[in-house]
Structures are given as structure tokens and as C-alpha cells.
């Protein structure tokens, strides 16, 4: 069955960097766009971005452009999400998801995505 696993949240301090991985398994990785979620507690999923089946092109939320970046490794089944100068807002828990098929208006939501980790947390204190 599909799994994909995310690692690498934890607590840091504002303006700290962290590197997220989701390691993807059980599905032919370089079908599907790969797009990166966050939710904190009371609050919707949001989307931060997406990244498509050969890596050119991303999109980006605002909320976090320029600061995140996302990337892939096929070979490795791999897509991972840099945030750098994280800010006390960033905290929540972290997915990815995979979404099969090309980048379309539906990779910018939930909806886009047919799998999903269980999430990572990421905590950044003031």
C-alpha cells in the first residue's frame, strides 16, 4: 500500500531553519506532483506548496514564499520542504501528500491529493 512517512519536524527557536523529508513508498513516485501542507490547532489545513512530477515550475503559498523551499529526489522517493527564518506562526503540523498526474488548480488544495503522512510537528518558540 502507499505510504508516505515525514520526518525531521521538532522545536527551534524563530529565525531557525529546519529541513522536513517525506519519504514516499508503494506508488511510482515521478507520477505524481508532491505538495506540502500545514495545519495549527483550531485552524484548516493550508496549503504551502507544490511541487510537480519532474521538479521544474513549484508554486508557492505567500505565506511562505521565499522562505520555503520544497524539492525532490525520484531516485530516492523523497520530497523534502527547507523553511528558513521560521517565525512562532509556523508552528503546526506538517504533511505531505501526493497528488497523481500533472500540477493543476486542484494541487493548490486538499482535494488535489490522494495520499497523505501522518504529519510531522514543527515548534518554534520566540
Known sequence: ??????????SVQA???????CAASGLTFSNYAMGW????????????????RHGTNTVYADSVKGRFTISRDNAQNTVYLQMNSLRPEDTAVYYCAAGFGILDTDKLKTKGYSYWGQGTQVTVSS
Open 1 to 10: 500500500q502507499v505510504q508516505l512517512v515525514e520526518s525531521g519536524g521538532g
Open 15 to 21: 529565525g531557525d531553519s529546519l529541513r522536513l523529508s
Open 37 to 52: 501542507f500545514r495545519q495549527a490547532p483550531g485552524k484548516e489545513r493550508e496549503f504551502l506548496g507544490t511541487i510537480p
